[in-house]
């Protein structure tokens, strides 16, 4: 969620014109949300818990009813769409949820898409007669119904209602189950132990480096399709970079965690409780507190973007509001 805000300040207050061009601004982008979704799908794994209607039920009141809240709040509380109707915005954020607080809508959905997944993994062995049942049968039925889900059923429905943001499940949901499958193996713990973790820090900014946002994935995509001039060929390479970039981002981060958690550990844990009101405060106040100075502004903004959303926070708590607000429900609900 820090670089959420970091991201979001580059946009709004150091590179507001050409943001797309900056080195910081596309580092953090290349990795910061596929991040978040590898984390929510190593969280979901959960021996112990099963992924129920009980559970579709919680994942619902936590992210996709403040999902909902927030629409007319965005539209309201935001200069950004007072050039449109109530009605024309509803239309927008239909189609595309980046017009609303985008993260816990796709997000519902791709816990939605896992509990199909587990679903159907039960089916599976209901016709099996859970003769096969091993774990690393489990890991292959698993992997075959989410390549069933992602490169087929996805597309497919994407192609039939571009709508919802299924479009943008097809690139999370690759993250979310990478997380989910990581975990599952012990994969996580073991990376931050590895003493030589630390190296895919300065390999992923190297190949971040060529990563950009729009117009493609590769920064040297005409000149790489000079050069082969096999479109296939071509795709096949843009692609693998495309999934790369974020995955070495994602075990760059948990390396740097695993040197940060001693003297940070506490902070980082705390904010972490607090990331959707973070999320959904803080890009409103985002803005130039002193025109003389940027760096008092960037500094103020990222301060006042961690604090006002918890204290907002705590306060909609009192007054029995967080719920559908922020997805923090009393323990009676959860």
């Not at 996709?64 to 927008?92: D, H, N, T």
């Not at 399709?225 to 970039?245: C, D, G, R, S």
């Not at 959707?276 to 960037?298: G, P, Q």
Request: net charge positive.
């Amino acid at each position: 969620i820090c670089f959420v805000i970091l991201g979001h300040i580059i946009q709004c207050i150091i590179s507001p014109d050409d943001f797309d061009n900056n080195i910081f601004f596309r580092l953090i982008y290349s990795f910061h949300m596929p991040l978040f979704m590898f984390i929510s799908g190593a969280l979901v794994y959960n021996p112990e818990r099963p992924l129920n209607t009980q559970w579709v039920c919680k994942k619902f009141k936590t992210l996709a009813v403040p999902f909902l809240v927030w629409i007319p709040l965005v539209y309201s509380i935001g200069q950004m769409y007072k050039s449109m109707s109530f009605m024309e915005y509803l239309r927008c954020v239909i189609i595309s949820p980046d017009y609303a607080r985008w993260f816990l809508w796709v997000l519902f959905l791709l816990h939605m898409l896992m509990f199909m997944l587990v679903f159907l993994k039960g089916k599976v062995y209901r016709v099996m007669h859970d003769k096969a049942k091993t774990p690393q049968m489990e890991l292959l039925v698993e992997c075959f119904l989410f390549v069933l889900i992602d490169v087929l059923f996805l597309p497919v429905l994407q192609w039939r209602a571009p709508i919802l943001g299924i479009g943008m499940c097809i690139w999370y949901f690759a993250f979310y189950f990478l997380g989910y499958i990581c975990n599952k193996l012990d994969l996580i713990q073991k990376w931050r132990i590895w003493r030589g973790c630390i190296i895919v820090v300065p390999v992923f900014i190297c190949f971040a480096m060529f990563w950009k946002r729009t117009g493609g994935a590769f920064v040297k995509q005409e000149w790489l399709e000079t050069v082969i001039q096999i479109p296939q060929l071509v795709w096949i390479l843009v692609m693998a970079y495309k999934y790369l970039v974020p995955c070495l981002g994602i075990f760059a981060i948990f390396s740097l965690a695993a040197y940060l958690s001693g003297k940070f550990g506490r902070l980082l844990v705390y904010l972490g409780k607090h990331t959707v009101s973070i999320y959904v405060i803080h890009t409103f106040l985002l803005k130039n507190y002193c025109k003389e100075s940027m760096m008092v502004s960037v500094v103020i903004s990222f301060i006042l973007s961690l604090i006002i959303p918890i204290i907002i926070e705590r306060l909609s708590g009192y007054m029995g509001i967080s719920g559908p607000l922020f997805g923090k429900y009393k323990k009676s609900v959860s």
